[in-house]
């Protein structure tokens, strides 16, 4: 079935940091690609999202791009902030039948000041 | 923009008692629903399905009969856990689809915190 692997957490970062989070998924189909965020006590909140190949979503300064070549969709950012500090979700959704969503583990990104 | 409400945000019940959340959609039908369940420091798992008017869709080894979904309205879907036990302790989330093709939008609660004591 479908599957999302993302990069292993916890990942500690300073301000002003480049930040990489990958993620690589495996689908029978062209599925859509997001990110979401998770803050501490909070349910999910969309990030970014992209829909068929060679799209690159972004939002907040985040940036990722559908890469179908190498099934990824790696989440980056310029210059982080402590703000930035919150769970990453990578997943997939298929675009027929349920459509559900299908989550890679999580990475937990922690900025310090 | 689409809002799912989820209510309670946190609950705390005795081992063997039941627990009902709620996953209303604010500003939109919701035909379709999904639960899912976060284990600490671990990725969502989706448990069900659950459709508008009929029966939900249960994931592989979720056991339907502790973990009740009733989706009787296209603005409401609940989940009970039953007999609830504390290996059920968990964060509970739900999402909806906002029916925008566009967006293609799948809209969360904020989630609900489960301690079975």
């Known amino acids: 079935g479908d599957s999302v692997t993302q990069m292993e957490g916890p990942v500690t970062l300073s301000e002003e940091a480049f930040l990489t989070i990958n993620c690589t998924y495996t689908?029978?189909?062209?599925?859509?690609l997001f990110w979401y965020v998770q803050y501490p006590g909070e349910g999910l909140q969309l990030l970014l999202k992209?829909?068929?190949?060679?799209d690159k979503g972004s939002n907040k300064g985040f940036e990722a791009t559908y890469r179908k070549e190498t099934t990824s969709f790696h989440l980056e950012k310029g210059s982080v902030q402590v703000s930035d500090s919150a769970v990453y979700f990578c997943?997939?959704?298929?675009?027929?039948?349920?459509?559900?969503?299908?989550f890679g583990q999580g990475t937990r990104l922690t900025i310090n000041p | 923009g689409a809002v799912v409400s989820q209510h309670p945000s946190r609950v705390i019940c005795k081992s063997g008692t039941s627990v009902k959340i709620e996953c209303r959609s604010l500003?939109?039908?919701?035909?379709?629903m999904f639960w899912y369940r976060q284990f600490p420091k671990k990725s969502l798992m989706l448990m069900a399905t659950?459709?508008?008017?009929?029966?939900?869709?249960?994931e592989q080894g979720v056991e339907k009969d502790k973990f009740l979904i009733n989706h009787a309205s296209l603005t409401l879907s609940t989940l009970t856990v039953t007999s609830a036990h504390p290996e059920d302790s968990s964060f509970y989330i739900c999402?909806?689809?906002?029916?925008?093709?566009?967006?293609?939008?799948?809209?969360f609660g904020s989630g609900t915190r489960l301690t079975v004591v």
């Open positions: 999402s909806a689809r906002d029916g925008n093709i566009a967006n293609y939008g799948y809209t």
């Open positions: 689908a029978t189909g062209y599925p859509s």
């Open positions: 992209a829909t068929k190949a060679d």
């Open positions: 997943a997939l959704s298929d675009k027929q039948g349920a459509q559900k969503l299908v």
């Open positions: 500003d939109f039908q919701a035909t379709t």
């Open positions: 659950s459709n508008e008017g009929s029966k939900a869709t249960y």
